[in-house]
RNA sequence: CGGGGAGUAGCGCAGUCUGGCAGCGCACCUGCCUUGGGAGCAGGGGGUCGAAGGUUCAAAUCCUUUCUCCCCGACCA
């Protein structure tokens, strides 16, 4: 390719819309502009790593035995009514409605329209297992898309839906597909975890996340420094710390506490470490259940754990008046003991050793000390409620410590069981001639996410750094001085013969100072970089640059072709 | 949706408080010059100041309404 002839409109400026690197750079290095709020056009160095990485993942969904199709991003509302996710979808699909007033929605998954194709054509349990997948362009209206690409309204996904005759088939299918992802992302050259996840409000029994890891990321994830574990923070599991000692319970003691209404000015006031207290916590359903949650002055709730205890479709924190008419006292004060309105009390596993702890009095300006379980205050169920934190306690295995990590979500793979073939009856004949419900699973992909994470986790002060399997070009050919008809014409010979090897070549024939092709060439991040200058071929040289590490190594041009070969080679080739 | 901020040339911004010629840097075009890390000189083009209404002799600037975009929260590939 000839830069002269391209399109590649680099900034030297960063945008003041853009706020994290990744947006900032896919800018200035001309891969995306933007439309609209969360919609971009991919301009064509965008585009080119976009189709590399859908090109591996293709690779990787077709060896493991998916099979591609492709569904319309235009969805009649009748499934969406039919799967009951017209109404509890809300805002986030965007609908609409054609000429004749038939309502339509742009699709922002694809489960209802595969399990009503299935359903259709799939009867037999000789026609299992299968598993579909596409590469579609997908549409959420967002209440707020931002950080460019990876977070936008309109994005590319891999969406893939897997049909199995029972539920250890089905788990098959979901360890096929789990692999076909390490693959994907090791290809990628990519530093990753898979984690286990909550699997919030697609469902179904159990999933893992694809995290990118990167110090931006919008995900805490934690994994053991000695066994495999690993999980989102979401759902990681604390294991809960050694019983005290026995110590001797303390009478009961009513303290006044002027104004001191967090733990940390509590403890500090009364000269007791955080985790001698008690946090106490009041959450709504939003439609009018109450819940008390106890934890560790130390420790913090994690609301995903909470909300998946009680079964509640939504989970808030209760509203200062709520608050006001089950204890009597405002915010600060609360605790378990002497409520004015009973309502269940779930507590963190980590409040059992406890003896002798701070409380809120339900009452203005004062708390208890010495509260103890049992005597003091009753709690209905005891369950595991609180965020990991670095260090704790591996919940597998015996030695490990959890580590902490950024992370940016890239794939999902999801056991959906028969929650979606149930609700649209999906089902098959097996060997007996019965009825039996399909079992599902689906696994996604963000396609421009993970180009966008990519860029997050390989770039410098100059701009990004490619990996090769998913760089727009593996090398650029840099003529130094284009009025040399010499350097022209051996950096013209050099970028013929580089096309030849399979390798893909950005030739930089532009009429420009060096320094000029020298840092577009580095923001654009192309991964290698043969640099010819009149100097060198004097020589019979040229240099070859790599981005990544800035090392440059003066050779002779076939050496440096040879090199050049090899190490793109070796990049993309993956066993 | 709640809270905060911004819309002035393609990009980055000043000007708005205190109304009075619409500016600066980069980019772009022409010429000269220059060629190993975003050169220099000279000349030039480009604006409904987000939109609508109002106040005023006069509005980018003051008032009202509205649209868009960005940031923080809940959602998600």
Same mark, same amino acid.
């Given at each position: 390719m000839l830069y002269s002839r391209y399109f590649?409109?680099?900034?030297?400026?960063?945008?003041?819309?853009?706020?994290?690197?990744?947006?900032?750079? &896919?800018? @200035? =290095? $001309?891969? +995306?502009r933007k439309l609209a709020a969360g919609i971009y056009n991919y301009l064509p160095l965008g585009l080119r790593s976009i189709r590399k990485f859908e090109n591996i993942v293709?690779?990787? &969904?077709? @060896? =493991? $035995?998916? +099979?591609?199709?492709?569904?319309?991003?235009?969805q009649p509302a009748e499934l969406w009514q039919e799967s009951g996710r017209w109404t509890f979808y809300g805002k986030e699909l965007l609908r609409f409605k054609d000429r004749k007033e038939s309502e339509f929605c742009m699709g922002p998954t694809h489960e209802e329209v595969i399990?009503?194709?299935?359903?259709?054509?799939?009867?037999?349990?000789?026609?299992?297992?299968v598993n579909f997948y596409q590469i579609q362009t997908k549409f959420r209206d967002e209440i707020r898309p931002r950080f460019g690409l990876m977070r936008g309204r309109e994005f590319i996904m891999k969406d893939a839906y897997s049909f199995d005759v029972d539920g250890s088939a089905a788990d098959e299918s979901y360890d096929k597909m789990y692999q076909a992802y390490m693959r994907i992302f090791e290809r990628c050259g990519l530093k990753f975890r898979a984690v286990e996840a909550d699997t919030g409000s697609i469902g179904g029994s159990s999933s893992h996340e694809f995290m990118v890891l990167a110090e931006s990321g919008?995900?805490?994830i934690v994994s053991c420094d000695s066994c495999h574990y690993a999980a989102n923070v979401e759902k990681a599991e604390a294991r809960p710390d050694q019983l005290d000692d026995k110590v001797a319970q303390l009478p009961l003691e009513k303290v006044a506490t002027p104004d001191k209404k967090t733990i940390a000015d509590v403890a500090d006031f009364l000269g007791l470490p955080s985790d001698r207290t008690i946090k106490t916590l009041i959450y709504t359903s939003g439609t009018g259940d109450l819940v008390m949650a106890l934890l560790r002055g130390d420790h913090e709730l994690n609301e995903i754990k909470l909300k998946n205890s009680l079964c509640w479709e939504e989970i808030q924190m209760a509203s200062e008046e709520q608050i006001m008419a089950v204890t009597g006292s405002p915010i600060g004060f609360l605790g378990p003991i002497g409520l004015k309105v009973k309502i269940p009390i779930i507590a963190d596993l980590g409040i059992q050793g406890l003896a002798n702890t701070v409380v809120g009095a339900n009452e203005k300006d004062v708390h208890f000390t010495n509260a103890n379980l049992e005597r003091d205050f009753q709690v209905d169920r005891f369950i595991d409620l609180r965020n990991v934190v670095s260090g704790d306690a591996c919940p597998r295995c015996e030695q490990g410590k959890l580590e902490m990590w950024r992370g940016i979500e890239v794939g999902h793979v999801f056991k959906l069981g028969t929650k979606y073939s149930k609700a649209l009856n999906a089902t098959y004949l097996d060997a007996d001639g019965k009825e039996q419900i399909l079992f599902m699973g689906c696994y996604g992909i963000g396609i421009g996410r993970t180009v966008a994470a990519a860029i997050e986790q390989n770039h410098d002060k100059n701009g990004i750094i490619f990996p090769i399997p998913i760089a727009?070009?593996?090398?650029s050919v840099v003529a130094l001085n284009t009025k040399d008809k010499g350097v022209m014409a051996e950096a013209e010979e050099i970028y013929f013969k580089l096309e030849k090897c399979g390798i893909e070549v950005l030739f930089d024939d532009r009429d420009e100072r060096p320094g000029v092709k020298f840092k577009d060439n580095d923001l654009i991040g192309i991964p290698l970089q043969m640099v010819i200058g009149s100097k060198g071929l004097a020589e019979g040289k040229v240099e070859v640059k790599i981005r990544k590490t800035g090392?440059?190594?003066?050779?002779?041009?076939?050496?440096?072709?040879?090199?050049?070969?090899?190490?793109?080679g070796s990049s993309l080739n993956y066993e």
């Open positions: 590649i409109p680099t900034l030297k400026e960063t945008p003041s819309d853009a706020e994290v690197v990744s947006h900032q750079l &896919m800018l @200035r =290095a $001309g891969m +995306i293709r690779e990787e &969904m077709n @060896r =493991a $035995g998916a +099979i591609e199709m492709l569904m319309p991003s235009v399990t009503d194709l299935v359903r259709r054509e799939i009867k037999s349990y000789r026609q299992m297992p919008e995900d805490a727009p070009f593996h090398c090392e440059v190594l003066f050779l002779p041009i076939e050496d440096a072709i040879a090199h050049i070969q090899q190490l793109v």
